[in-house]
Protein backbone atom coordinates (compact mmCIF):
# COMPACT_ATOMS: atom_id res chain seq x y z
CA UNK A 1 0.00 0.00 0.00
CA UNK A 2 1.59 3.46 -1.16
CA UNK A 3 0.65 6.25 1.99
CA UNK A 4 0.27 9.74 1.18
CA UNK A 5 1.18 12.98 2.16
CA UNK A 6 -1.48 13.59 4.61
CA UNK A 7 -0.82 10.00 6.08
CA UNK A 8 2.46 11.12 6.69
CA UNK A 9 1.43 14.54 8.48
CA UNK A 10 -1.18 12.67 10.45
CA UNK A 11 1.69 10.92 12.11
CA UNK A 12 3.91 14.17 12.34
CA UNK A 13 0.39 15.48 14.01
CA UNK A 14 0.66 12.53 16.48
CA UNK A 15 3.97 13.93 17.13
CA UNK A 16 2.62 16.87 17.30
CA UNK A 17 -0.06 16.11 20.38
CA UNK A 18 2.52 14.41 21.90
CA UNK A 19 4.49 17.59 22.53
CA UNK A 20 1.09 19.45 23.46
CA UNK A 21 0.37 17.05 26.13
CA UNK A 22 4.33 17.88 28.02
CA UNK A 23 3.76 21.65 27.85
CA UNK A 24 5.93 22.19 24.61
CA UNK A 25 5.16 23.73 21.70
CA UNK A 26 3.17 21.70 19.45
CA UNK A 27 5.30 20.67 16.31
CA UNK A 28 6.07 17.06 15.52
CA UNK A 29 7.61 15.54 12.68
CA UNK A 30 8.50 11.79 10.92
CA UNK A 31 11.27 10.76 8.46
CA UNK A 32 9.85 8.56 5.82
CA UNK A 33 11.93 6.07 3.81
CA UNK A 34 10.83 4.43 1.39
CA UNK A 35 7.27 4.64 2.02
CA UNK A 36 8.40 3.87 5.95
CA UNK A 37 8.37 6.04 8.44
CA UNK A 38 12.31 5.23 9.95
CA UNK A 39 11.95 8.19 12.76
CA UNK A 40 9.66 10.65 14.75
CA UNK A 41 10.42 13.16 16.60
CA UNK A 42 8.14 16.08 18.56
CA UNK A 43 9.43 18.94 20.09
CA UNK A 44 11.18 18.83 23.48
CA UNK A 45 13.03 22.24 24.05
CA UNK A 46 11.44 22.43 27.76
CA UNK A 47 12.12 19.16 28.57
CA UNK A 48 15.50 18.48 27.41
CA UNK A 49 16.60 22.13 28.68
CA UNK A 50 17.97 22.81 25.55
CA UNK A 51 16.51 25.32 23.02
CA UNK A 52 18.02 23.43 19.74
CA UNK A 53 15.76 20.02 20.85
CA UNK A 54 13.35 20.81 17.82
CA UNK A 55 10.92 18.08 16.54
CA UNK A 56 13.10 17.54 13.24
CA UNK A 57 16.29 17.58 14.60
CA UNK A 58 15.15 15.10 16.90
CA UNK A 59 13.73 12.87 14.07
CA UNK A 60 16.72 13.38 11.39
CA UNK A 61 19.25 12.69 14.37
CA UNK A 62 17.30 9.48 14.82
CA UNK A 63 17.13 8.96 11.06
CA UNK A 64 20.87 9.17 10.24
CA UNK A 65 21.03 6.41 13.03
CA UNK A 66 18.93 4.11 11.99
CA UNK A 67 19.83 4.09 8.67
CA UNK A 68 23.77 4.56 9.37
CA UNK A 69 24.16 6.92 7.10
CA UNK A 70 24.50 11.23 7.87
CA UNK A 71 23.17 11.98 4.20
CA UNK A 72 19.17 11.10 3.72
CA UNK A 73 18.26 12.28 0.21
CA UNK A 74 15.89 9.37 -0.35
CA UNK A 75 13.79 10.79 2.64
CA UNK A 76 11.17 12.91 3.40
CA UNK A 77 10.69 15.34 6.44
CA UNK A 78 7.21 15.81 7.25
CA UNK A 79 6.99 18.25 10.16
CA UNK A 80 3.53 20.23 11.23
CA UNK A 81 4.97 23.94 11.13
CA UNK A 82 7.21 25.58 8.91
CA UNK A 83 10.51 24.80 9.78
CA UNK A 84 12.82 27.20 11.29
CA UNK A 85 16.61 28.55 10.23
CA UNK A 86 17.93 26.18 12.02
CA UNK A 87 15.98 22.87 10.81
CA UNK A 88 16.03 24.00 7.44
CA UNK A 89 19.88 24.19 7.53
CA UNK A 90 19.95 21.18 9.20
CA UNK A 91 18.06 19.90 5.69
CA UNK A 92 20.76 20.94 3.87
CA UNK A 93 23.48 19.23 5.60
CA UNK A 94 21.29 16.09 5.71
CA UNK A 95 20.69 16.25 2.45
CA UNK A 96 17.26 15.17 2.90
CA UNK A 97 15.17 14.65 -0.63
CA UNK A 98 11.74 16.37 0.17
CA UNK A 99 10.46 18.27 2.80
CA UNK A 100 6.93 18.46 3.61
CA UNK A 101 4.98 21.14 6.15
CA UNK A 102 1.92 21.65 7.42
CA UNK A 103 0.79 25.39 8.64
CA UNK A 104 2.77 28.38 8.25
CA UNK A 105 4.86 30.51 10.85
CA UNK A 106 4.91 33.86 10.17
CA UNK A 107 6.88 34.89 13.45
CA UNK A 108 9.53 31.81 13.21
CA UNK A 109 9.28 30.47 9.60
CA UNK A 110 12.47 30.14 7.74
CA UNK A 111 10.86 32.75 4.99
CA UNK A 112 11.21 35.66 7.42
CA UNK A 113 14.85 35.33 7.31
CA UNK A 114 15.71 33.88 3.82
CA UNK A 115 13.57 36.08 1.97
CA UNK A 116 13.16 34.67 -1.33
CA UNK A 117 16.47 32.31 -1.03
CA UNK A 118 16.17 28.41 -1.35
CA UNK A 119 17.48 27.42 2.81
CA UNK A 120 16.86 23.71 2.01
CA UNK A 121 19.65 21.49 -0.01
CA UNK A 122 19.46 22.73 -3.89
CA UNK A 123 18.14 19.03 -5.59
CA UNK A 124 15.19 19.59 -2.32
CA UNK A 125 11.66 19.47 -3.49
CA UNK A 126 9.39 21.20 -1.11
CA UNK A 127 5.54 21.09 -0.47
CA UNK A 128 3.31 23.54 2.26
CA UNK A 129 -0.25 23.20 3.14
CA UNK A 130 -0.79 19.58 4.15
CA UNK A 131 -3.35 19.24 6.93
CA UNK A 132 -2.22 23.14 7.64
CA UNK A 133 -5.85 23.90 9.27
CA UNK A 134 -5.06 20.73 11.89
CA UNK A 135 -1.20 21.51 12.29
CA UNK A 136 -1.92 25.40 12.53
CA UNK A 137 -5.36 24.74 14.99
CA UNK A 138 -3.44 23.21 18.09
CA UNK A 139 -0.72 25.89 17.52
CA UNK A 140 -3.32 28.40 18.46
CA UNK A 141 -4.82 26.24 21.01
CA UNK A 142 -1.11 25.94 22.86
CA UNK A 143 -0.37 29.60 22.93
CA UNK A 144 -3.90 30.52 23.94
CA UNK A 145 -4.04 28.43 27.05
CA UNK A 146 -0.78 30.31 27.75
CA UNK A 147 -2.49 33.64 28.02
CA UNK B 1 42.53 38.80 34.41
CA UNK B 2 40.62 39.64 31.51
CA UNK B 3 41.14 37.50 28.14
CA UNK B 4 40.27 38.97 24.71
CA UNK B 5 38.48 37.80 21.86
CA UNK B 6 41.77 36.16 20.49
CA UNK B 7 42.30 33.92 23.90
CA UNK B 8 39.30 32.54 23.31
CA UNK B 9 39.73 32.63 19.54
CA UNK B 10 43.21 30.29 20.03
CA UNK B 11 40.91 27.78 22.39
CA UNK B 12 38.55 27.52 19.71
CA UNK B 13 41.27 27.15 17.22
CA UNK B 14 42.34 23.73 19.45
CA UNK B 15 38.89 22.81 19.42
CA UNK B 16 39.28 22.46 15.72
CA UNK B 17 42.51 20.89 15.46
CA UNK B 18 41.21 18.26 17.37
CA UNK B 19 38.76 17.74 14.61
CA UNK B 20 41.56 18.14 11.66
CA UNK B 21 43.30 15.26 13.69
CA UNK B 22 40.34 12.78 13.75
CA UNK B 23 39.40 12.90 10.03
CA UNK B 24 36.45 15.47 10.16
CA UNK B 25 36.29 19.43 8.19
CA UNK B 26 38.26 20.97 11.27
CA UNK B 27 35.76 23.84 12.94
CA UNK B 28 36.14 24.76 16.89
CA UNK B 29 33.92 26.65 18.75
CA UNK B 30 34.02 27.55 22.77
CA UNK B 31 30.78 29.17 24.88
CA UNK B 32 32.61 31.86 27.32
CA UNK B 33 30.45 33.17 29.95
CA UNK B 34 31.74 35.60 32.82
CA UNK B 35 35.05 35.61 31.08
CA UNK B 36 35.12 31.70 31.09
CA UNK B 37 34.66 28.91 28.78
CA UNK B 38 32.01 26.61 30.10
CA UNK B 39 31.94 24.56 26.91
CA UNK B 40 33.82 23.32 23.76
CA UNK B 41 32.84 21.64 20.57
CA UNK B 42 34.19 20.49 17.54
CA UNK B 43 33.28 18.96 14.66
CA UNK B 44 32.23 15.60 14.58
CA UNK B 45 29.88 14.87 11.45
CA UNK B 46 31.58 11.73 10.98
CA UNK B 47 32.45 10.70 13.36
CA UNK B 48 29.10 10.77 15.41
CA UNK B 49 27.40 10.10 11.59
CA UNK B 50 25.33 12.87 12.42
CA UNK B 51 25.50 15.93 9.45
CA UNK B 52 24.24 18.63 11.90
CA UNK B 53 27.26 17.57 14.75
CA UNK B 54 28.61 20.94 14.04
CA UNK B 55 31.43 22.45 16.50
CA UNK B 56 28.53 25.36 17.65
CA UNK B 57 25.45 22.66 17.94
CA UNK B 58 28.17 20.59 20.20
CA UNK B 59 29.40 23.54 22.12
CA UNK B 60 25.73 25.08 23.03
CA UNK B 61 23.96 21.92 23.83
CA UNK B 62 27.16 21.18 26.17
CA UNK B 63 27.08 25.09 27.79
CA UNK B 64 22.74 24.79 28.00
CA UNK B 65 23.83 21.56 30.21
CA UNK B 66 26.66 23.12 32.52
CA UNK B 67 24.63 26.62 32.85
CA UNK B 68 21.03 24.32 33.31
CA UNK B 69 19.13 27.06 30.39
CA UNK B 70 18.10 26.91 27.68
CA UNK B 71 18.56 30.49 26.93
CA UNK B 72 22.35 32.22 27.10
CA UNK B 73 21.73 35.49 26.58
CA UNK B 74 25.02 36.53 28.43
CA UNK B 75 27.38 34.27 27.02
CA UNK B 76 29.57 34.48 23.71
CA UNK B 77 30.12 32.05 21.08
CA UNK B 78 33.93 31.67 19.35
CA UNK B 79 33.65 29.72 16.35
CA UNK B 80 36.63 29.36 14.14
CA UNK B 81 34.57 30.03 10.56
CA UNK B 82 31.83 31.94 9.32
CA UNK B 83 28.34 29.82 10.89
CA UNK B 84 25.89 28.14 8.51
CA UNK B 85 22.71 28.77 8.68
CA UNK B 86 21.65 25.86 11.15
CA UNK B 87 24.19 27.16 13.75
CA UNK B 88 23.20 30.82 13.48
CA UNK B 89 19.47 29.51 13.55
CA UNK B 90 20.75 27.31 16.93
CA UNK B 91 22.22 30.80 18.17
CA UNK B 92 19.37 32.29 17.98
CA UNK B 93 16.78 29.92 19.79
CA UNK B 94 19.51 30.07 22.49
CA UNK B 95 19.51 33.85 22.27
CA UNK B 96 23.04 33.84 22.63
CA UNK B 97 24.21 37.43 23.02
CA UNK B 98 27.52 38.01 20.85
CA UNK B 99 29.29 35.48 18.43
CA UNK B 100 32.50 35.84 17.48
CA UNK B 101 33.80 34.04 14.47
CA UNK B 102 37.48 33.76 12.27
CA UNK B 103 37.72 32.60 9.02
CA UNK B 104 35.10 33.85 6.50
CA UNK B 105 33.20 30.20 4.76
CA UNK B 106 31.94 31.79 1.29
CA UNK B 107 30.32 27.86 0.12
CA UNK B 108 28.28 27.29 3.49
CA UNK B 109 28.30 30.69 5.75
CA UNK B 110 24.86 32.18 6.19
CA UNK B 111 25.50 35.23 4.58
CA UNK B 112 25.15 33.24 0.94
CA UNK B 113 21.47 32.20 1.70
CA UNK B 114 20.28 34.80 4.13
CA UNK B 115 21.79 38.08 1.95
CA UNK B 116 21.50 41.11 4.59
CA UNK B 117 19.01 39.44 6.66
CA UNK B 118 20.03 39.26 10.15
CA UNK B 119 20.06 35.25 11.24
CA UNK B 120 21.19 35.67 14.87
CA UNK B 121 18.74 36.97 17.71
CA UNK B 122 18.01 40.20 17.42
CA UNK B 123 19.95 41.36 20.70
CA UNK B 124 22.75 39.50 19.45
CA UNK B 125 26.56 41.25 18.60
CA UNK B 126 28.49 39.95 15.87
CA UNK B 127 32.58 40.37 15.92
CA UNK B 128 34.28 38.66 12.28
CA UNK B 129 37.93 38.54 11.71
CA UNK B 130 39.39 37.21 14.43
CA UNK B 131 42.51 35.37 13.93
CA UNK B 132 40.84 34.55 10.66
CA UNK B 133 44.03 33.51 8.58
CA UNK B 134 45.08 30.79 11.12
CA UNK B 135 41.33 29.87 11.01
CA UNK B 136 41.27 29.77 7.60
CA UNK B 137 44.48 28.28 6.96
CA UNK B 138 43.35 24.82 9.15
CA UNK B 139 40.76 24.89 6.82
CA UNK B 140 42.80 24.91 3.28
CA UNK B 141 44.84 22.21 4.38
CA UNK B 142 42.27 20.03 5.14
CA UNK B 143 40.91 20.48 2.04
CA UNK B 144 44.26 20.12 0.34
CA UNK B 145 44.84 17.02 1.89
CA UNK B 146 41.84 15.36 0.66
CA UNK B 147 42.90 16.66 -3.00
Chains 1, 2 share one sequence.
Not at 18 to 42: M, S
Not at 72 to 94: H, I, K
Not at 103 to 111: C, I, R
Amino acid sequence: MEFDDEYFMKEALKQARLAFDAGEVPVGAVVVWDNKIIARGHNQVEQLNDSTAHAEMIAMTSAFNQVGSKYLPEAVLYVTVEPCLMCCGATYWAKIGRIVYGAEDVKNGYKKTTGTNWPFHQKAQLTNGVLAAECGQLMKEFFAQLR
